[in-house]
């Protein structure tokens, strides 16, 4: 009963090294979304995918790449890692967007010295 | 776009009082509305959902919320919190497109 996986738990970057989070869920659901998440500010949506092969631009794109080459998966990647980039990240899945609610995982802690 | 506001950073509440969080949003038609509970180092679990119908609706641990139209709102209540309750709650909206709008969050710390 895993539902949404995120790996790794946690990392400590560097500036400039770059890395790659990825997302995997087991229900079979159509969308996947990667968030962020910063105090005060709620949850910031930076890239989504309605299916397997796409990927669409959120609210805060900049400085970060997806993929979807499986429709179980959702990789979110920091090129160039920057210290504006410490947050913590979450995926999440839902059957449809909207009107059915989005099922998350527990997170990834990145800091970025 | 829709956007939602929780008016209440913080939140302090006695073990058996009663709760509520505040959650106003703006959206030109009948939003999809939801409250997710976060608990200290996990992710973020679904309380309950408004889609249409039953303006009173029941969530999970107790919870309910009530959307009123009128004044674009949908608080969550609790009659009686428990220490475990203790959490940041979000109130999310949807618009039936790929994008889910949260609150900034309300901290709920409970004492004993």
């Known amino acids: 009963n895993a539902g949404v996986t995120q790996t790794p738990k946690f990392r400590v970057l560097k500036t400039g090294q770059s890395m790659t989070l990825l997302c995997a869920q087991d229900?079979?659901?159509?969308?996947m979304y990667w968030y962020r998440q910063d105090p005060g500010m709620g949850l910031r949506l930076i890239h989504y995918?309605?299916?397997?092969?796409?990927?669409a631009k959120g609210e805060v794109p900049d400085g970060y790449n997806v993929s979807r080459l499986k429709k179980q998966n959702f990789l979110l990647g920091l090129e160039s890692a920057a210290p504006s980039q410490t947050s913590v990240y979450f995926c999440?899945?839902?059957?449809?967007?909207?009107?059915?609610?989005?099922?998350f995982g527990d997170g990834t802690r990145l800091s970025i010295l | 776009a829709q956007s939602v506001t929780q008016p209440d950073i913080h939140i302090t509440v006695s073990e058996g009082a009663s709760l509520e969080l505040r959650c106003n949003y703006s959206?030109?038609?009948?939003?999809?509305l939801f409250w997710y509970v976060q608990s200290p180092g996990q992710g973020l679990q679904l309380l309950l959902k408004?889609?249409?119908?039953?303006?009173l609706v029941q969530g999970i641990k107790g919870f309910e919320a009530e959307f009123k139209r009128s004044q674009s709102s949908f608080n969550l209540r609790k009659p009686s919190v428990h220490w475990s309750d203790a959490a940041e709650y979000f109130c999310?909206?949807?618009?039936?497109?790929?994008?889910?709008?949260f609150g900034a969050g309300t901290t709920v710390t409970v004492r004993a």
């Open positions: 999440a899945s839902s059957l449809v967007a909207g009107n059915q609610p989005q099922h």
């Open positions: 229900m079979n659901h159509e969308y």
């Open positions: 995918s309605v299916g397997e092969g796409t990927t």
């Open positions: 959206y030109g038609a009948t939003p999809y």
């Open positions: 408004y889609f249409s119908g039953d303006t």
């Open positions: 999310a909206v949807g618009a039936g497109d790929y994008k889910l709008s």
